[in-house]
């Protein structure tokens, strides 16, 4: 049986992180169309609020995404993604300063603008590369945390009839190719995500919960998505805002096949669930006293 030997740090623009301890990832959608929270974060009270919440509710790090993924979401210009982001880069670096940010992009012009102009440290990519070629060379010369993801298809498409004759060996396949194609390049701080709900029928994404300790083999810290998406409230035929529950029970799955980062909207949610995961396993168990 082989011995996974998982990367268990990530040096973030010279900060070096722990993974030890799994890692929350709070999302600041500063689009007018996302899926759950579209159009909320929009003004400079609005995010230096959502800001606020996601830094005081225990969030590691903070993910600011300006162009929607949703399925069905049309494609912006990088000049509109930047316009979008800076207001939100701006209030972030100005209160938060030591607050580790990720941007959600696949555009290689809106990464180095953010990494270059706010000191950004993590690169999201959902394409993982394969919406615009230059990108893992941009990744390679800004030396930036860069997380790639499974994607089938394009935001627009993806969700029309995706089909897969193995999900797992597929997905997983596709992630070490890239992977291979990147340490070729140098790049080294890498996390890779399994993309639950982008090109994936309900079964497809249950049978990637099933087997995420597979992704183990890549020796890589994992990151996982399932925060209010479809297949929590449909299966539950509950709407987005009432799948907090069933978010927290794939996380709590997540965490136990090895996950090192929950991406999330629900921040101290997640965070009570790493505590209560990390505290399960400990041998010197000590909890204060009321």
Not at 105 to 115: G, I, L, N, Q
């Amino acid at each position: 049986m082989r011995i996974f030997n998982k990367k268990k740090t990530l040096n973030c623009g010279g900060r070096i992180i722990d993974l030890s301890v799994p890692k929350v990832m709070g999302i600041l959608n500063v689009t007018p169309d996302s899926f759950y929270d579209g159009g909320r974060y929009t003004s400079h009270d609005s995010i230096l609020k959502r800001v606020e919440e996601i830094v005081s509710s225990g969030a590691d790090i903070i993910d600011v995404g300006a162009a929607s993924s949703r399925p069905g979401a049309k494609q912006i210009t990088a000049g509109e993604e930047i316009e979008r982001i800076e207001p939100a880069l701006k209030i972030i670096r100005k209160k938060f300063p030591a607050t580790i940010v990720s941007v959600d992009t696949f555009e290689p012009e809106v990464a180095r603008h953010v990494v270059k102009n706010y000191g950004v440290e993590i690169i999201n990519d959902i394409s993982a590369g394969t919406m615009d070629e230059r990108m893992f060379e941009t990744i390679a010369s800004l030396g930036v945390v860069y997380v790639i993801m499974h994607m089938k298809g394009m935001p627009e498409n993806m969700q029309k009839n995706p089909v897969y004759e193995d999900v797992v060996r597929e997905v997983s396949g596709f992630l070490s190719e890239r992977v291979a194609l990147l340490k070729k390049l140098g790049v080294s701080d890498i996390i890779i995500d399994p993309g639950f709900g982008f090109g994936k029928a309900p079964e497809h994404n249950y049978s990637l919960v099933k087997n995420l300790d597979f992704f183990n083999f890549l020796d890589l810290p994992v990151m996982v998505g399932f925060s209010r998406k479809s297949m929590v409230y449909r299966l539950l035929g509950l709407p987005p805002s009432e799948a907090l529950a069933g978010t927290i029970a794939l996380n709590t799955i997540a965490l136990i096949k090895g996950a090192d980062i929950l991406r999330v909207h629900d921040v101290r949610e997640a965070a009570e669930t790493v505590k209560i995961y990390c505290t399960s396993l400990r041998e010197d168990i000590s909890i204060p006293k009321t």
